[in-house]
Every structure is written in C-alpha cells, then in structure tokens.
C-alpha cells in the first residue's frame, strides 16, 4: 500500500503504526481487514476480465509475513491474503504473478519500499538476505503447484549502489526457490527501479527480465505530451535502453509497471492534460505492441491519481479525508507526481545553498544520481521528515470511529464505490482485444 494510492504521508509502518495508537488493536485489526478485503472482490475480478487483461500483478509487503521484532517466524496471515486474490483471479480466468514490494532494511531509496530511510540497508546485511531467502522458498513451497500463479517478482525496483549485490542475490535465490518450485517463471527486475540492465552478466534459467517504464512526459513536471516526432522518438530510445540486455540475450521481456498520474477537475485544463497522458500511454502501448512484450499496468485502483478506477469523491472515507488530502497535494509531500505549485519556492534556498558549498564533481555523486541533489534533499525533507509528522495527522481523522464508521469508511474502496477511469481503461481494452 503505497502513500499516494490511499492518501496517507510517508511510509505505510508509520501509518499503521500512527493509526494503531489512535484506534486500539481491536479497531487497527478490524478496520484494515475490512480495507483489504473491499479493495479487492470478486467484482475487481469480474471487471479487470471484462476489459480481456489475463494477469495482475500483486504488490505484497514483507511484513504480512515477518514481524521485525521476530524475523524467524513466517505468519501464516501472509498466506492467507494471496490466496484469497489469487483464487478471486483464478475464479475469473485471470493469472496472478507475486511481486515482494519491500525488503527489510529497504531495496531501494524510495518511499514504496517502506523503511522511512533514504538508504538501502538490504544490500548491507546479509541477515536480511536470508530472512528473504527463506520467505521466498516458503512462499514458492506453497504455490509450486498453484497453476494460476504465472511466476514470482523476487523485488520490486533494487537500487543496488554497486551493481553487484543484486546479481549475487538473484543468483542466490534463484536456484533456492528452484529446489522447490522448478517450474514457475522468475521475474526478475533491473537495477536502479527496474531501469538499468547495464551491469548485467548472466541470463538465469527460466526468467523473465522486467523493466518499468514510467514516462515524465506523464507527470506535472515533465513537458505535456502532444505527439511529436522528438516525443516518440524519446519515448522508443528511453524504452530500447530499458532493454538492450534482453534483446542481445534474447530473453523475454515483461514491463512490470508503467502508466503516467492524472489531473482531477479542480485542476485548470484538467481534460486536456488527461486526453494528452492518456495518448502518451497509447504511444507506449504501440511500442510493447511492436516488440510483443507483456505488461502490467500501475496501477489498479487508488484515489483519483493513476488507479484504472477510484474511490468516487462522495465517499465516506474521501469525505472525511479532503482536509488532509488537499493539504498534503499543496505541501507536496508525494514525490509521485508532485506538483510544486505552492511551495516549490520555499526549497529553493535550501537546493541553493547544498549547490553552493557541494564541489560540482560531487555534487550528483550519491546514488541514485539521477535524482539529483535536488531528489536526495526532497527525499529526505518532505518524504521522510515532513511526511513522517504528519502522519499523526493522518491517524487522528480516525479518532473516536465506531467500528461501523470504521467498516463505512473501508467499504468506500469496494467497486460499487468507485468511479472509472474510462480514457485509460478504454486502451488497455483497445491492446488487450488486438492481442487476442
């Protein structure tokens, strides 16, 4: 559950650990039972079939199954999440494939891998390898003979610093899911969020290589999508970097995640900008079309940013939450497509003066250097620090909640109380019926 697609700040263990203060472990458990059962039904199923996709990818967190304060324990909770979507998708006609979207310590840098730090400390300790190690094989013990999973996404997005300790690990894990499950498809993702397959040595047997193709063209900082000749031709040279190891190896190639955000109707020239992205990713579409790659779309539902459908305004948990949210898109806590509008200038000075005194050669040096001193310092100040307070906020709209509120304000994410996002669902139904 990642910050922008329920809109609470920071990291999803503040979160609940905020929220569990506020609510008591009675309420805590009940009401992200219910959350997690209404986010996905029989009906989300139905719905993602009806529109002749074939597969989901399940973003899990390792804490469904490992309690950091007694790692050697794997709760059998864990399980009993995945099986009930996996079966729902299966019920359905639809592949499920298993993607690990945190590590402990962190895989990568970012906000999605859930640490509230701006290092990666998974590549550090070799005790949290081996607790991933071992959650692997238990989870491809239970599912080896599970013909409706497709195949297991080790990590989501590594950010490796050295381009070492990735490799080393999938050449570690590989073969130890193997000796359990021969038979189910590895996916496995680039270094540097599944974008660089540079320090690539070896093709590992029964693998797929995933990239994620975000494009910037798709989010408020980067220049609107009117399709040019320079647009697309930037949009092909950005995905064949992407996948120049598979196809000198001539492996398959699955994008994992890709999609842009969207503006919502308070925003000036909200359907412009929105019929522009929605083009933008059909341009992506004709190119995975071209090379006949798979793909899985990011992401399935949130609240009004980038879900193919979302919790319809009118609900109770949008309702009660508008304060907070509209505070937080205003702050640009987010770094999902952040919208600097209104603060981007009180930052400034800050950026100015690490540029100042920071010798230009190592100015861009901390990894990952593509986000710039810029990033790191954003990273560090609105994603961690400012985010992290503000969770409080967050948790004390739920102060007080009967478990009947609770159950309402969960239910605001069943199908029923969403809208959808016609423009984009309407594509991936358009590639989805040309691929039959």
């Known amino acids: ?64 199954f490992i309690r950091d304060d007694d790692p050697t324990v794997i709760r059998q909770e864990g399980f009993r999440l995945i099986d009930r979507i996996v079966d729902i998708c299966a019920a359905e006609g639809l592949y499920t494939i298993i993607d690990m979207h945190t590590f402990p310590g962190g895989q990568n840098q970012g906000w999605h891998s859930d640490t509230g730090l701006q290092k990666a400390l998974f590549w550090d300790f070799k005790l949290f390898q081996d607790q991933m190690v071992d959650l692997w094989v238990e989870i491809a013990k239970h599912y080896r003979n599970n013909t409706w999973v497709a195949g297991y996404n080790p990590m989501n997005e590594p950010a490796d610093p050295k381009h070492v300790d990735l490799q080393a690990f999938y050449a570690r894990i590989e073969p130890a899911i193997r000796a359990v499950d021969p038979d189910h498809i590895l996916y496995l993702d680039g270094n540097t969020y599944a974008m660089d397959f540079s320090a690539f040595k070896e093709v590992l047997p029964n693998c797929v290589y995933a990239i994620h193709d975000y494009a910037t063209m798709g989010f408020p900082a980067g220049e609107p999508y009117t399709g040019t000749a320079e647009q697309k031709a930037f949009l092909q040279k950005s995905y064949e970097r992407k996948v120049q190891f598979m196809k000198q190896h001539k492996v398959p190639i699955w994008n994992g995640e890709f999609g842009p955000v969207y ?50 305004p009118g609900t109770a948990y949008m309702r009660l939450l508008k304060p907070f949210l509209d505070k937080k898109k205003r702050l640009g806590l987010d770094k999902w497509g952040r ?63 009967t478990l009947e509120e609770l159950d309402e304000l969960a239910a605001s994410f069943k199908l029923e109380n969403c809208l959808k996002r016609e423009g984009l669902n309407e594509h991936l139904r358009a590639d989805a019926r040309s691929s039959q």
């Open 1 to 64: 559950m990642e910050n922008f697609i329920t809109g609470y700040p920071g990291h999803e263990s503040e979160m609940r650990a905020a929220m569990l203060e506020v609510l008591g472990q009675e309420k805590y458990d009940y009401f992200f039972d219910k959350f997690l059962e209404y986010f996905f039904m029989p009906e989300d199923a139905k719905f993602l079939a009806s529109l002749g996709l074939n597969c989901i990818r399940i973003p899990i967190n390792y804490r469904h």
């Open 263 to 312: 503006a919502s109707p308070d925003e000036a020239n909200y359907q412009t900008t929105n019929d522009q992205r929605y083009n933008l990713l059909g341009q992506q579409l004709s190119i995975y079309k071209k090379d006949e790659i798979s793909w899985s779309i990011w992401l399935y539902k949130d609240i009004g940013f980038q879900g193919m459908v979302y919790a319809n």
């Open 339 to 401: 919208d600097d509008t209104h603060v981007g200038h009180i930052y400034e000075p800050v950026i100015k003066h690490f540029k100042e005194e920071i010798p230009e050669e190592f100015l861009n040096k901390r990894y990952p250097q593509h986000w710039k001193i810029e990033g790191h310092i954003h990273r560090v100040l609105r994603e961690m620090l400012f985010s992290e307070i503000l969770t409080w906020e967050y948790a004390s709209y739920f102060k007080g909640k």
